[in-house]
């Protein structure tokens, strides 16, 4: 097959396919690879389904973040008492880890911000299985022992941490939904 100056095959160029070239610098591609399978991978998949993922991912990660803060308004409404539930994040966390995984799949679908919410989602679930096991270690989930002291500030910060993690996926979560309907009919390439 012949290189055109476009970077593409003149076969492939000949039958209308609407992706851009691969433009990659000082890199040919030897004529049996298949080049616009490759520029498939590459391109960044702004289609239906996965702005749904993204969608429906940043909904379920914001839920445990904000449930707390709309029942305690609730309360508040109520009896005029201001309480917040700062275990909730951990109870809702099949949610959170729910809508993390959508937007770590439309992350790879659209080849942007992977990095961000694998880290983010695996720091998230270490901290919350660490702060899990070491409650249990302690005899703090039992009861046995009274929430004081180096061991209750251990599990709050390890709570805390998966707090901020799920923030992360959050807010990463926004910016991939910027990043999906802000160049909405636009290719880029690499």
């Known amino acids: 097959m ?3 100056q476009r970077g593409g095959s003149a076969a ?8 851009p070239p691969l433009r990659v ?3 040919t591609f030897p004529d049996w690879l298949p080049v616009r399978a490759l520029e498939r991978l590459v391109h960044m998949k702004r289609d239906t389904f996965t702005n749904v993922l993204a969608t429906a991912g940043t ?3 914001w839920i445990p973040l904000l449930a707390p803060f709309v029942f305690s308004g609730l309360l508040y409404g109520r009896s005029h008492m201001w309480r917040v ?3 909730m994040p951990a109870e809702l966390s099949p949610v959170a880890l729910a809508g ?5 799949w439309a992350a790879l679908r659209a080849h942007s911000r992977v990095r961000l919410f694998v880290w983010s989602l695996a720091v998230g679930i270490g901290l919350l299985v660490g702060s899990q096991a070491m409650a249990v270690m302690t005899g703090l989930a039992s009861g046995a022992t009274e929430p004081v002291g180096w061991r209750w500030a251990v599990v709050l910060a390890m709570l805390a ?3 901020v993690m799920l923030l992360a996926v959050a ?3 926004l910016t991939l939904l910027r990043d999906l309907f802000s160049a909405r009919g636009t290719e880029k390439t690499i």
């Open 59 to 61: 909904v379920m990660a």
């Open 25 to 27: 610098k000082a890199m």
């Open 12 to 19: 492939s160029q000949r039958t209308g396919n609407s992706l």
């Open 85 to 87: 539930d700062y275990l």
């Open 2 to 4: 012949a290189k055109t």
């Open 171 to 173: 807010v990463g979560g």
């Open 161 to 163: 941490g998966y707090v």
């Open 100 to 104: 993390a995984g959508l937007l770590l």
